[in-house]
């Protein structure tokens, strides 16, 4: 134990002195001594991330990086004394008003850079902007609000006012987030963030070689080391040790006897005092292992031969697309053009690494406070695994630092719900991955194999699609079983193929597993249509954009997929919107190439895309909205917000439904013992399917409200207003929602309602595509690129 060391500094105005390990840094020295969890960890403390941004003397420094001696009669600015709720920073203000701000993860730090920017240069260029905040990353919003939002405070700090935000209606306006003012100043906890008396800490013992059968595993040199509590094992699991259903094959932890079949497959989880002493146990267990042959190219793996990553073959899936005569059209065509691409695994890197904290509450009850795109259906993971009921496991998710589809893997909640379910003396658990950890156990976006061969007549008109895919999908299933079919789904693109010959396969080998991320299956697909489709208006001598005009689907056009789309596509609208645009980046770029020399050139492209969203089959959403007895107004649904803003839209939608403000409705989000299943959080299906759910909730409220209102008031209900905190009769007599609602549990009214949303498909329309997907969006983007013909640099 090294000598404690005496630090005397001033933070956020106070002074302040700790006794501390000299060793530490202070960033840890914040977040675990002074429980100032505003700054934020995302990269194993490497200085890669920003997240740690704290001001030293004025200065933007990474508090990982500092040693906690360093700071010494020295003066340290967090977030939390940046501004309070009561009196923001005009930084923080710009960046709620700008919606800068999403999963907020990395805004503390950022805010905090800006701060430092500002303060030596008051009227910054965006180009300066960005050049002070390089070192900060955001993996959700894409920079341009956070540059705006500094710009909007560098005008208010030199005396301007920040204009106001748009307007205010529920629906319709440009809303501010319901959680915005949390992330801002550094008030929101995540779940590396919640203190818990007694805390344990988890680490993993994780797989070294990429396949291999598991011989034996020898927990004794991690329990000989201090801290160490316990060495959890697949003999430890009391349930079923199975991630089937979501992923084939793949266990929690993997048994003596069994396969490894990744670098990062899960062995045993280590229970110490600290997450140092957890991850010294789990690097002490000994592992025996006996190496198997190794695949990793997905084509190779299908080759007679290959070594199995599972018994059974190392197709996962297969999926098939047969339209028209593809082979007489690709014969007849009067262009044929072949193209191959292939595409990388892709990691969501959300900022926030995959932490879970889980405890037995004081109901027994196993309780994991993690994030997940579908809570209930981790929820119903963790019950199996444990082989408790139901009532006996709870998820609550809470403010998540992204998500991406990387957060649909149940993995980490189901082993938080292990650890705390072994934890000795009840204590609760904390686990989170290291970002090594994350890069290499998470899911990944599947890399396409894909052969394409088009056809085309002289003017244009699309003859045929031969289509061939390899998706990789890893170590282990992880939903890639879908892959085979969305590859394809998105590989003919909303454009009219007479004739189509497609065919995909999802493939294991012994890489990372490869799951679900944004736009799951389609941009890779996306990229190497449309890439085949330039390289094709190029042969025929036709404008790229004039090509996809001629070949775009319209609402009434029999897709490739054997049928009609079932809502407006508006395909054709989004080119023909984007024209303008391409025509003067295209002017643009042969200006420049024109009048600049040098190794920089400059071009301008478009592409057109589309996307499924929602899944297959008849699937409904639940939601719930509730009059409370002080006269509140609350809407449940299950539709987890992990920057993407669903908290607010399920506000703005049962506010806009019950004629109310949006601030007069409160939302629970995503707890299990609180709130209905919503059913699955993905495939861009939030606002749709729950929003709708939770519409009809609403709605169904505020009829039961004016219905009692009307009783209470002898009124007819269509006379009624509903106002904030009240039911207004003409002539102004009001009677507040609180007796309202003690009025109808008086007459065993429900105060809580549900509102259940299925898509108005019909049973003749799902029938004819049951393995289809029924809904599309369409879009076209253009794009302006500076290339350094030299380096490559873009
Ligand atoms: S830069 Fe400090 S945690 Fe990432
Ligand atoms: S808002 Fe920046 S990382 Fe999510």
Same mark, same amino acid.
């Given at each position: 134990m090294t000598q404690p060391l005496r630090v005397a500094f001033t933070l956020n105005g106070r002074p302040v002195e700790i006794d501390v390990?000299?060793?530490?840094?202070l960033l840890d020295v914040l977040r675990e001594?002074?429980?100032?969890?505003?700054?934020k960890q995302g990269c194993?403390?490497?200085?890669? *991330? =920003?997240? !740690?941004t704290v001001l030293l003397d004025g200065e933007a420094v990474r508090s990982c990086l500092?040693?906690?001696?360093?700071?010494?009669g020295r003066q340290v600015l967090t977030i939390e004394g940046l501004?309070?709720?009561e009196k923001l920073h005009p930084l923080q203000q710009a960046f709620i008003e700008r919606g800068a701000?999403? *999963? =907020?993860? !990395?805004a503390p730090g950022m805010i905090l850079s800006a701060a430092a920017l500002l303060a030596r240069r008051p009227n910054p260029t965006r180009e300066e902007i960005a050049e002070a905040l390089e070192g900060n990353l955001c993996?959700?919003?894409?920079y341009t609000r956070i540059v705006d939002a500094v710009e909007a405070a560098a005008a208010a700090l030199r005396g301007e006012p920040l204009p106001p935000a748009d307007g205010r209606d529920a629906v319709g306006g440009s809303q501010v987030r319901v959680d915005a003012l949390d992330k801002v100043t550094g008030a929101a906890r995540y779940a590396e963030d919640i203190k818990m008396a007694g805390l344990l800490h988890a680490a993993i013992v994780r797989s070294?070689?990429?396949?291999?059968?598991?011989l034996a595993i020898d927990p004794a040199p991690a329990l000989g080391l201090p801290g160490v509590l316990r060495v959890i094992t697949?003999?430890?699991?009391?349930g079923l040790n199975s991630l089937e259903?979501?992923?084939?094959?793949?266990?929690l932890l993997t048994p003596v006897g069994g396969s490894l079949h990744?670098?990062?497959d899960a062995v045993a989880l280590v229970l110490a005092e600290s997450p140092a002493g957890a991850r010294a146990g789990a690097a002490a267990v000994e592992l025996a292992y006996q190496p198997l042959p190794v695949v990793r190219d997905p084509v190779a793996a299908m080759?007679?031969?290959?070594?199995?990553?599972?018994?059974?073959?190392?197709?996962l899936s297969e999926y098939d697309i047969q339209f028209g005569d593809a082979e007489a059209s690709l014969a007849r065509g009067d262009v044929v053009l072949e193209a191959r691409y292939a595409t990388g695994f892709l990691e969501h890197?959300?900022?926030?690494?995959?932490t879970v904290l889980a405890y037995r509450d004081a109901e027994g009850r196993i309780t994991v406070v993690g994030g997940h795109q579908e809570p209930h259906w981790a929820h119903g993971y963790m019950a199996r695994l444990l082989g408790?009921?139901?009532?006996g496991v709870r998820v609550i998710t809470p403010p998540?630092?992204?998500?991406?589809?990387?957060?649909?893997?149940p993995w980490p909640l189901m082993a938080g719900a292990l650890a705390a379910y072994h934890a000795p003396g009840g204590r609760p658990v904390r686990l989170a991955f290291t970002r090594r950890e994350s890069f290499d156990a998470s899911p990944k976006r599947h890399p396409y194999r894909l052969h394409y061969r088009v056809a085309a007549a002289h003017d244009g008109s699309l003859q045929g699609l031969f289509l061939r895919v390899v998706a990789d999908t890893g170590a282990y299933d992880a939903d890639g079983y879908y892959i085979s079919q969305y590859a394809l789904v998105a590989g003919g693109g909303p454009y009219r193929w007479p004739a189509v010959d497609a065919h995909a396969w999802a493939v294991y080998t012994n890489n990372p597993k490869a799951g679900q991320m944004r736009g799951f299956g389609t941009p890779q697909s996306n990229l190497a249509l449309e890439c085949t489709l330039d390289e094709l208006a190029t042969r025929l001598g036709m404008d790229p954009l004039a090509l996809r005009l001629h070949n775009a689907i319209d609402d009434d056009t029999v897709l490739f997929l054997g049928y009609r789309p079932a809502?407006?596509?508006?395909f054709r609208q989004c080119l023909e919107a984007i024209e303008p645009w391409y025509r003067e980046a295209l002017a643009r770029a042969a200006g420049r190439n024109s009048r600049e020399a040098g190794p920089w050139r400059f071009g301008a492209g478009l592409a057109g895309m589309w996307y499924r969203f929602g899944k297959p089959g008849p699937i409904s959403s639940e939601a719930h909205a509730e009059l409370a007895l002080d006269g509140g107004v609350i809407c449940y649904c299950s539709?987890?917000?992990?920057?993407?803003?669903t908290t607010t839209v399920m506000a703005q939608l049962a506010a806009e439904a019950l004629g109310l403000?949006?601030?007069c409705v409160s939302v629970v989000n995503g707890d299990t013992a609180r709130t209905p299943?919503?059913?699955?959080?993905?495939?861009?299906r939030s606002t749709y399917w729950v929003g709708g759910a939770v519409t009809r909730a609403a709605a169904a409220l505020r009829e039961q409200i004016l219905g009692t209102a009307a009783e209470m008031l002898n009124?007819?209900?269509?006379r009624l207003e509903l106002r904030p905190g009240a039911v207004v009769a003409p002539g102004e007599d009001r009677l507040p929602l609180a007796e309202v609602a003690v009025e109808m549990e008086r007459i065993g009214l429900a105060r809580r309602v549900r509102g259940v949303f299925a898509p108005g498909l019909d049973d003749d329309f799902l029938a004819s595509?049951?393995?289809?997907?029924p809904f599309f969006v369409t879009g076209a983007h253009v794009a302006e690129v500076e290339v350094n013909v030299e380096t490559g640099q873009v």
């Open positions: 390990d000299p060793g530490r840094t001594d002074l429980d100032l969890t505003g700054t194993d403390r490497e200085g890669e *991330c =920003g997240a !740690c500092v040693p906690i001696g360093r700071v010494a501004g309070s709720p701000v999403q *999963c =907020g993860f !990395c993996r959700c919003t894409g070294t070689l990429p396949h291999a059968r598991l697949a003999a430890d699991i009391p259903g979501y992923s084939r094959h793949e266990p990744m670098v990062g080759e007679p031969g290959a070594p199995n990553v599972h018994e059974g073959g190392n197709v890197a959300a900022l926030e690494r995959e408790l009921p139901s009532e998540l630092g992204g998500a991406f589809g990387g957060k649909q893997d809502e407006t596509v508006g539709a987890p917000d992990y920057g993407q803003g403000p949006r601030d299943d919503s059913g699955i959080q993905g495939a861009s009124q007819d209900p269509e595509r049951p393995e289809y997907l």
